[in-house]
């Protein structure tokens, strides 16, 4: 088996992005699975030009984009990205788009393929906090998840891919007040074994991992 595993670069006035600390960490082996590491940048058409650049070339298994989600908690594996681009602030290029589409001639949302359910089981059973998480917002995360899954299924690829976000590191809350955090070490193990739930659990676990909001 072989990972594309993708994290952005720092955006939004932060120094770091754990998001591409946590990938670049990776081993490039896990148990046998193949691991290519990439650093996108937080800029909407690029990032999604670059990923689908490197799909056709590493022809991976399976594509995994990582993200900062600054704020939340918990390794958050995404269920869903919609068709909007809608920026809070301008990406990396000044770019700032409000209620376009990703692609004109996508569906309205595409679903993970992953199998998101068992992932955050297992990540949970490291004692990390772990949940499903049903928006990975408007900006350039909800982008590149959205054009991953356009892409995968317009040109019939047979390969598994979603998106994770990642909360924040130490060094990043440092200055702010009440800010959830993870240490970094806790990210990349669980990014070592969402890789290995993706390869043990062909079907998802059908167990809930529902919210009210
Ligand atoms: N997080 C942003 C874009 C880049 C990143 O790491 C997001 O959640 O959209």
Redesign the pocket.
């Known amino acids: 088996m072989k990972v594309l595993i993708t994290g952005?670069d720092p955006?939004g006035g932060e120094k770091i992005?754990p998001?591409w600390e946590a990938v670049r960490a990776l081993p490039d082996n896990i148990d046998g699975i193949e691991v290519v590491k990439l650093q996108i940048p937080?800029v909407f058409k690029k990032s999604a030009k670059k990923l689908f650049e490197n799909i056709d070339s590493v022809k991976p298994d399976v594509v995994i984009c990582v993200?900062?989600?600054g704020g939340r908690y918990e390794f958050s594996v995404e269920r869903v990205a919609i068709n909007v681009d809608d920026g809070r602030i301008p990406d990396n290029d000044g770019y700032q788009p409000v209620d376009s589409p990703v692609f004109e001639d996508g569906e309205n949302a595409y679903f993970s393929t992953l199998p998101i359910k068992a992932i955050v089981e297992e990540v949970k059973k490291a004692g990390i906090p772990a949940a499903v998480s049903n928006t990975a917002?408007t900006?350039?995360?909800?982008h590149i998840m959205y054009s991953l899954l356009y892409y995968l299924n317009k040109n019939n690829l047979n390969i598994k891919g979603g998106f994770i976000?990642v909360p924040f590191i130490p060094e990043q809350v440092v200055e702010k007040k009440n800010t959830p955090y993870m240490e970094l070490t806790r990210i990349t193990k669980a990014l070592e074994i969402s890789i290995k739930a993706i390869r043990d659990y062909e079907k998802d676990l059908v167990i809930s991992g529902g919210k009210e909001f």
């Open positions: 952005f955006f992005n998001a937080t993200g900062q989600a917002g900006y350039v995360c909800n976000h």
